[in-house]
C-alpha cells in the first residue's frame, strides 16, 4: 500500500455528509477511500497539463498526423 503520511481535515456541510454516508454504505469503502477516490476522479476531470489529444487521431488512411487538429486542412471546407 502507498504511504498514507499526510492527514487532511476537512468540513462537511449537511448534503456533503449524507453523500458520504450514502457512498459509504453504497461502496462499503472508508470516508478516506472515498476521499482518495474523489481527489483522483476531480483530477482527472481537469486535465491541464499541456496539448489536448484527439483520440484515434492520425489512425486513418490519408496517412496525414494532424489532419484531426490542424486548422489549415479544414480551409476552405464546406464551401
Not at 504511504?3 to 456541510?13: C, E, F, H, K
Not at 472508508?30 to 492520425?58: D, F, M, W
Request: net charge positive; hydrophobic share 35%; proline share 1%.
Amino acid at each position: 500500500m502507498a504511504d498514507m503520511s499526510s492527514l487532511i481535515q476537512a468540513r462537511l456541510d449537511d448534503e456533503c455528509q449524507r453523500i458520504m454516508k450514502q457512498l459509504v454504505k453504497k461502496t462499503g469503502w472508508t470516508p478516506s477511500q472515498i476521499v482518495r477516490e474523489g481527489l483522483k476522479v476531480l483530477a482527472a476531470c481537469h486535465v491541464t497539463n499541456g496539448k489536448r489529444i484527439i483520440y484515434g487521431q492520425g489512425k486513418f488512411a490519408s496517412g496525414i498526423g494532424d489532419l484531426a487538429s490542424n486548422k489549415k486542412h479544414l480551409e476552405g471546407f464546406g464551401r
